[in-house]
Nanobody
Framework: QVQLVESGGGSVESGGSLRLSCAAS????????LAWFRQAPGKEREGVASIDGGTSTKYAGSVKGRFTISRDNAKNTLVLQMNSLQPEDTGMYYCAAGSRLLLAKLSVSGVNYWGQGTQVTVSS
C-alpha cells in the first residue's frame, strides 16, 4: 500500500524559508512522477511543482525561481525547498504521486495518491 507522509510545515514571516518533506512507503520515489500541490482556504487545489524519475521538473509560474523540488532516493523522500515565501504562499501543502500528467500539466487529474497535508502559514 502506498503511503505519503508530509512534514516540515509551519509559520514564517514574509521572506522566510521552509523545507517540506514527504516520506514515501510502498513504492520507490524514483519510479513515480511526484508533485506538490497546495490549497488555500476557499480556493481550488493547485499544482506547485512536479518531478519525474529523472531530473525533469515543472513549476507553477508563481513559485518559479523561489521553490525547488527534489528527490532523495536513498531516503525515499520528496522534498520542496521554499525560499522568499510570501503571504500568498499560505495554504495546506500536499505531496502526490501519479502519472506523467503531473509533469506535463501539474494537474490533479494526474494524481493517484495523496498525502494528508502539512500547513504553511506566511505572515506579512
Amino acid at each position: 500500500q502506498v503511503q505519503l507522509v508530509e512534514s516540515g510545515g509551519g509559520s514564517v514571516e514574509s521572506g522566510g524559508s521552509l523545507r517540506l518533506s514527504c516520506a514515501a512507503s510502498g513504492y520507490r520515489v524514483g519510479n513515480y512522477y511526484l508533485a506538490w500541490f497546495r490549497q488555500a482556504p476557499g480556493k481550488e487545489r493547485e499544482g506547485v511543482a512536479s518531478i519525474d524519475g529523472g531530473t525533469s521538473t515543472k513549476y507553477a509560474g508563481s513559485v518559479k525561481g523561489r521553490f525547488t523540488i527534489s528527490r532523495d532516493n536513498a531516503k525515499n523522500t520528496l522534498v520542496l525547498q521554499m525560499n522568499s515565501l510570501q503571504p500568498e504562499d499560505t495554504g495546506m501543502y500536499y505531496c502526490a504521486a501519479g502519472s506523467r500528467l503531473l509533469l506535463a500539466k501539474l494537474s490533479v487529474s494526474g494524481v493517484n495518491y495523496w498525502g494528508q497535508g502539512t500547513q504553511v502559514t506566511v505572515s506579512s
